[in-house]
């Protein structure tokens, strides 16, 4: 099983693709999941984090099979 | 309560219509009804825009969208409620969101629109990028609230 990434708006762009898809082994909370996918390049600081559709913190833990998105504040409506 | 993404351009009037018109258990129930409807304007912080492109975040946005009618209904007696947003390439004077509100009485009415209104701009995983007039583009990067 392995954890998938996905990253939409000005995130996607800034980092050159849509999805990742990572080992599950090793990574404990969302933050870890972008620092193994993006090493080297920090997490713009007013990024948002989901888990399987949910918001959450960066340090909210992550299981096997989940999917992880990262992506600017929304400006929809 | 029905929440709907539209890739082509809606008649936000034909839709609370036709969804009003569908709903025959709601029939004498409901004396207020309170429709929002957010249209693309053709001018953003100074400049001439030509167009924009919104993208989202299949299932996401619905889930999220569900998830704050489900709070409104939670906070005022809804009888129903209606949440139409666009994605794609939209042109200026096209509908963007169409929230609409059935309740008892008119306070109900506006305070659940409303709520559902701000909670969208704040919490649906939509984005927005403006193709300028002249020839530009920008990512909107956050909006503002609603209440200032």
Known sequence: MSIKVRYFAS????????EDSLEFAGLTTVSDVWCRANPNKPLPSNSLAAVNMD??????????????AFFPPVTGG | MIVKICAEPFDPWQETQAHQYSASDMEGKFGATCVFIGT?????EGDDIKGMTLEH?????????????????????VIDALVVHRVGDILPNEPIVLVAVWT????DAFDANRYIMEA?????????????KSQAERWLVKNTDGYL
């Open chain 1, 11 to 18: 995130l996607k762009e800034s980092v050159g693709r849509s």
């Open chain 1, 55 to 68: 918001y959450v913190e960066l340090d909210s833990a992550v299981k096997d099979g989940d999917e992880v």
């Open chain 2, 40 to 44: 693309m304007r053709d001018f953003n």
């Open chain 2, 57 to 77: 975040y299949p299932g996401m946005t619905e889930k999220q969208l569900e998830k704050i009618v489900a709070e409104a209904s939670r906070q005022w007696p």
């Open chain 2, 104 to 107: 008892s009485h008119r306070g």
């Open chain 2, 120 to 132: 969208l701009k704040s919490r649906a995983p939509f984005w927005k990028k403006e193709l300028l």
